[in-house]
């Protein structure tokens, strides 16, 4: 029986060679986190917004550096739920600021808008340049820094309604 786009022998995406894909350790499986619950789809609608529009956030407290972004989409700003996206400034090498580590239940993915720089998960660390996309289980430890003078800049994404949802864990001494 035919499905999706019809009947083939194979599926659509393996046009060629697929990637490959060296699969990152998995978070502490010993922890436990809680599980966020998503609003009605009902109150959602189309949303554009800029980012100049949306206030600057720092954790200036946080060792390492006071790190900026930007919350575009969120639940608690927006109407738009399952989804938060924003951005985030990882300063240049010169201002001893990065991404500390730190760990948050829900999965999270960076796209690397550009610059380039390092991404640590769960103790590998891998190389980032404009372009570069990065999984984050939920769970794993990680971080990212730049090592140019011209810092990196990144887009986020959980798939949760709220950033307040992310409740984020910072290594000790960190």
């Known amino acids: 029986m035919a499905r999706g786009l019809g009947a083939r022998s194979r599926p659509f995406f393996t046009i060629g060679d697929p990637p490959q894909v060296t699969p990152l350790p998995t978070g502490d499986a010993s922890c436990t986190w809680p599980t966020p619950t998503l609003r ?3 109150d959602d609608r189309g949303v554009v917004i800029h980012e ?3 206030p ?3 954790w200036d407290e946080v060792g390492g550096g006071a790190v900026p972004w930007r919350t575009l989409l ?3 700003r927006t109407p738009t ?3 938060t996206v924003g951005v985030v400034d990882i300063p240049c090498a010169s201002s001893r600021a990065s991404l500390t580590l730190h760990r948050h239940a829900p999965p999270e993915t960076y796209y690397v808008l550009h610059g380039s720089g390092f991404v ?3 103790g590998q660390v891998s190389e980032l340049r404009t372009g570069s996309a990065a999984f984050i ?3 794993a430890w990680h971080r990212a820094w730049s090592e140019t003078d011209g810092g990196m800049r990144m887009l986020y994404a959980f798939a949760v309604d709220s950033f307040d949802e992310v409740i984020y864990e910072f290594a000790p001494g960190d």
């Open 40 to 42: 009605s789809m009902s």
């Open 52 to 54: 100049d529009d949306c």
């Open 56 to 58: 600057e956030e720092r």
């Open 74 to 76: 969120s639940a608690d």
């Open 81 to 83: 739920s399952a989804m």
């Open 120 to 122: 640590e998960i769960d």
């Open 137 to 139: 289980p939920g769970g």
